[in-house]
């Protein structure tokens, strides 16, 4: 049964995270601190000029574009009592180019996505590596699909008429298991441009911020690709650090059988999205 909030409610703590009502499977209750991204200073222009030049854009990304639509986006969250919390973690803006309908998402990641943020990775830490690592030889092409209640359709959707912008919260949904991840979905306010993060702005976040899990001074977490699923129920996708190196896996979520991770460590994320103009 899923709870009913008023619209005064905060539905995300004084860290930008997801408060449990105990109705759903976490690592904690309580919000942990051991996992966590390294706040670094970024800007606009920067980070146009990196997607720029490792993305795959029909016409180039403007700085001053991507920074109205995200600061409007902004406000919009800002003004959302149940949601204005958000902001209070971590937020990494990103674009996304133009999408072929047609073209299955899974290969998208191997033919583009993956290889651009290898070669934006690869500029920022000459020294370190980057590797997409298939658990068991697994295949993404033709083997994913949209996770239940995600809301990941809309922005698949919007991006196939142009290119999106939007903020991508890393740290929102810590704690919680994929499963959790994709009800408590359910009880998120239902405004248009707000979903379970996934792959596409994912990558193209950290592709435009390629040291955001980089953490000298500590661990950072896992990041969940939660808004799509492997037709293999067990396995799950995900960004991780090794150190200084950055890593993809299609990798098992499975503790024994018939047992799902549930990690301080592993982190779903929030999207907000609106079209990039």
Known sequence: MQAVYSAETQLFNELG???NTQQYRTFDNEALHYYYIKNRPWNFENLAERLNKFGHFARPVCAQAMQSACEKL???????????????????PFVIPQLDPRKDLGECLISDFLDSLESSFRDRYSESYFKAVMQGGTSLQHNLRLAAHSRYEGLL?????GPVAG?????????FDLASQHQQMLELPQINGLCLSGPVEMIHAVMAMPDLLINEEGYAPILCMSAVEHKDERLALVLKSYGPHLEFWCLSQMLVPGVTQVSEQWAGGITIFNPYP
């Open 74 to 92: 902004k406000q919009d969250i800002e003004a959302n009592s149940q949601l204005s919390n958000l902001f209070h973690g971590v937020h990494v």
């Open 17 to 19: 995270r997801r408060i």
């Open 157 to 161: 959707d919007a991006a196939a008429t």
């Open 167 to 175: 903020w991508y919260f890393p740290q929102a949904l810590q704690q």
